[in-house]
């Protein structure tokens, strides 16, 4: 299905899509500045399976922006994708998430467990609070560097409208990839992350950085223990940006929980390892489906 559009409770536009034509739904939720390319190579493995639903966030990508800045925060995707499922006619569906899709997919089962089946939650390399406190292990220190960062990206937002040209022509060129290999940011050569650098270089970087800080003040530690559907939840064991300790924490509070750390993956394992991912899904789905074991 090519890009729709829906007018959510306050009026922004939000773009969203679906894709496959399998017996059940699967609604999946970006990283921050990822869009609908960077799920492309594991959908492709998993269309006779789904019905996957995904959306661009507010601010982002097809997406508009809010007519409030201030309308950013984790919480208000979560009410985009509410009108989004009444819009689409969805109310049975897995709901998961990559990076801070995590915490979106994890946000949305609180939200929206009294009003539809949430069968389960696959989170896919990413922290569940505390973005910038969890970059490169966590600590005052990371936290630190992670708010300098985001600040001094906020800063040469400013200046994107110039560099972007340049900066896209390197993102298209044939030492991307080897260069983000040698510097330990991806496994291998993933063709796949190419259109994903280029749909981040589009974003106003300005305005990016302000969701990551609004993000970064979305907690969910204190009610993770009331989950109560299977949870998958993936981590990456070369992954400097939310790294496989990140995700234990996160595990070890979740009741019904798989967890898988792929040995060789960073933070793009989902472009890294797409079939190896999709075969977890499906198995992760297909289990669902299974009646429960009677007790003897």
Known sequence: MSLQYHSSFDGTSIAWRVVGDGPDWLVLAHGYGGTFNAWDPVLARLSDRFRVLMWDYRGMHASAT???????RIEDHIRDLDGLLDHVG??????????VGVQVALEGWRRLRHRADVRGLILINGAHEHILGNVFGGGPVARRVGSTL?????????????VR?????????????PLLEATGNVTGRPQALLPAIQSILDLDFRRYMQMVR???D??????????????????GARDALTPPTITRQLVERIPQVTYHEFPAGTHYALVEFPAELAALIRQFAD???QPPEEAP
């Open 218 to 235: 979305h907690r969910t530690t204190h009610w993770l223990h009331e989950i109560d559907v299977p949870v998958l939840a993936t981590a």
């Open 150 to 162: 985001v600040g001094a990206v906020q800063r040469a937002g400013v200046a994107m409208p110039v």
């Open 165 to 177: 040209p340049v900066l896209k022509r390197l993102g298209r060129s044939r030492v991307a990839l």
């Open 66 to 72: 809010p007519a409030e800045p201030h309308r950013l």
């Open 287 to 289: 289990a669902l489906d």
């Open 90 to 99: 969805v109310d049975r569906f897995l709901l998961g998430g990559w990076s």
């Open 214 to 216: 609004l993000a970064d």
